[in-house]
């Protein structure tokens, strides 16, 4: 089975751009988490989605948006782009079952912001 | 709230010498817990996880780690540390009825010296 993949893997952008991330869950799992990466931050929860339909969120401005289609692959969309978004995104898949499962993680992106 | 903690920042073992990396956390109701680990450019994988029953779970990669419910801790151990153990490790907890949002502590840097 193939893992999670997440495309691009790096992108550098400029403040005020927006980006769009995508992810591509375990085939099979229905459930798709995302997580900003900074340093002495840790992993911090952005939004879940489930079924299409966003489940959790995280404390984030609105210019942090998803959205997940039928076939379970999610894109993660940062608008107006500030150098804080800079970071690695983490999108992490589960089958669907809440709370009961580990949530399998892909690569990341890479986010530069200049 | 729900909350992580890893204590240790930053951790530095000889090869061969044991390891123990704290984890503690705050949770109001029965919690899942999870540990995993992130190399260098990579994605998290995860090395074991308690749901229910016996309180110490073996995990991958010769890691053990015991839920203590008296004291919210869930920390990570290993008898012999190799160098390919360096890495970070992060402690997470979710529950069911968070769905599949999880909270991650900030991470323990592991480095190991031959």
């Known amino acids: 089975k193939a893992g999670v993949t997440q495309t691009p893997r790096y992108l550098i952008k400029t403040r005020g751009q927006q980006v769009t991330l995508s992810c591509s869950p375990i085939?099979?799992?229905?459930?798709v988490s995302w997580y900003q990466q900074t340093p002495g931050q840790g992993l911090q929860f952005l939004f879940e989605y489930f079924s299409e339909t966003q489940r959790n969120k995280g404390n984030f401005p609105g210019r942090f948006s998803g959205r997940q289609f039928s076939n379970s692959r999610s894109e993660m969309n940062v608008s107006t782009l500030e150098l804080g978004d800079s970071a690695l995104y983490l999108c992490?898949?589960?089958?669907?079952?809440?709370?009961?499962?580990?949530?399998?993680f892909g690569p990341g992106t890479r986010l530069t912001v200049l | 709230a729900q909350s992580v903690t890893q204590p240790d920042i930053h951790i530095t073992v000889s090869e061969g010498a044991s390891l123990e990396l704290r984890c503690n956390y705050s949770?109001?109701?029965?919690?899942?817990l999870f540990w995993y680990v992130q190399s260098p450019g990579q994605g998290l994988q995860l090395l074991l996880k308690?749901?229910?029953?016996?309180?110490l779970v073996q995990g991958i990669k010769g890691f053990e780690a015991e839920f203590k419910r008296s004291q919210s801790s869930f920390n990570l151990r290993k008898p012999s540390v190799h160098w390919s153990d360096a890495a970070e490790y992060f402690c997470?907890?979710?529950?069911?009825?968070?769905?599949?949002?999880?909270?991650f502590g900030t991470g323990t840097s592991l480095t190991v010296i031959p």
């Open positions: 949770y109001g109701a029965t919690p899942y």
């Open positions: 992490a898949s589960t089958p669907g079952i809440p709370g009961r499962n580990e949530q399998f």
């Open positions: 997470a907890v979710g529950a069911q009825n968070t769905g599949n949002q999880f909270y």
């Open positions: 085939s099979g799992h229905r459930s």
């Open positions: 308690y749901f229910s029953g016996d309180t």
